[in-house]
């Protein structure tokens, strides 16, 4: 499996993003999709998942009513919609692709560079 991520860049705050995430090869024991962020200096940290079977997501409480999480499912393909960036989401992100019931099922898409400068 690889994931494909695009997206980030360079905004000033309050400004918007839109990250997405594709994932090909034999994937379909894949279960949950979304992104993680680790800034400079800081853990990587969840920014929202859902789960690709229904409508579930799961989201960061700093980034809750200003990021928004969907997905494709025909192409296995998530989005991350950021709005009102600040500088504190300054981070590298990266998309992540798993099963919650095999470990061994653990994708990890190359980082994009998200940068809000104030």
């Known amino acids: 499996v690889q994931l494909q991520a695009c997206g980030g860049g360079l905004v000033q705050s309050g400004g918007c993003l839109r990250l997405s995430c594709a994932a090909s090869g034999s994937n379909f024991r894949i279960n949950v999709m979304g992104w993680y962020r680790r800034a400079p200096g800081e853990q990587r940290e969840l920014v929202a998942t859902?789960?690709?079977?229904?409508?579930?997501?799961n989201y960061a409480d700093s980034v809750k009513g200003r990021f928004t999480l969907s997905r494709l499912n025909s192409q296995n393909t998530v989005y991350l919609q950021m709005n009102n960036l600040k500088p504190e989401d300054t981070a590298l992100y990266y998309c992540?692709?798993?099963?919650?019931?095999?470990?061994?099922?653990?994708?990890w898409g190359q980082g994009t560079q998200v940068t809000v400068s104030s």
């Open positions: 992540n692709a798993r099963s919650p019931h095999d470990s061994r099922v653990n994708y």
């Open positions: 859902l789960i690709t079977s229904g409508d579930s997501t």
